[in-house]
C-alpha cells in the first residue's frame, strides 16, 4: 500500500494517516468482528461495519469518518484493484454546520463609544 501511495505522489502525512487507519480497520476485521483477515474474503458490508463502529462506539467527528473512508476506498480500488459493489455510493458523514459567531445588539452598543471617529 505505501508503495501505491507514493507512485501517486500523496503527502507524507497522508501515507501514515492511510497507513493507520487501514491497520485500525484490520485490528477491527479480527478483535472486534472475530473474523478471519483475508483481503480476498473483505465486502463492503466489512467497511460500512466499520464505518458506524467509528461514529456509533467510538464516537468520531465526521471529517475523521471520511479520512478513514478514503484509506479504506485507496485500499480496495488502487491497492487490491477490488470495486466492493455500492461501496462508493456509501453515504458520507456530513459535516454539522457551524453557526456563525455574532455580537447581540448589546454588545454591539456597547462597542459604539470605543469607536474612534475619522475626520
Known amino acids: 500500500m505505501r508503495e501505491a501511495i507514493r507512485i501517486k505522489h500523496y503527502s507524507y502525512r497522508t501515507e501514515r494517516?492511510?497507513?493507520?487507519w487501514?491497520?485500525?480497520f484490520f485490528?477491527?476485521?479480527?478483535q472486534?468482528?472475530?473474523?478471519?483477515?483475508?483481503?480476498a474474503g473483505?465486502?463492503?458490508?466489512?467497511v460500512k461495519d466499520f464505518l458506524s463502529y467509528l461514529a456509533l462506539t467510538?464516537?468520531?467527528s465526521s471529517s475523521t469518518q471520511n479520512q478513514a473512508f478514503n484509506a479504506l476506498l485507496f485500499l480496495l480500488r488502487d491497492v487490491l484493484k477490488t470495486e466492493l459493489g455500492d461501496l462508493s455510493?456509501?453515504?458520507?458523514?456530513?459535516r454539522g454546520q457551524r453557526l456563525p459567531v455574532t455580537l447581540s445588539p448589546e454588545e454591539v452598543q456597547e462597542l459604539f463609544p470605543h469607536l474612534l471617529r475619522s475626520p
Open 17 to 20: 494517516s492511510y497507513m493507520d
Open 89 to 94: 455510493k456509501t453515504v458520507r458523514a456530513k
Open 32 to 39: 472486534v468482528k472475530k473474523k478471519d483477515l483475508h483481503l
Open 27 to 30: 485490528h477491527y476485521i479480527s
Open 22 to 24: 487501514v491497520e485500525r
Open 58 to 60: 467510538k464516537r468520531v
Open 42 to 46: 473483505l465486502d463492503s458490508g466489512d
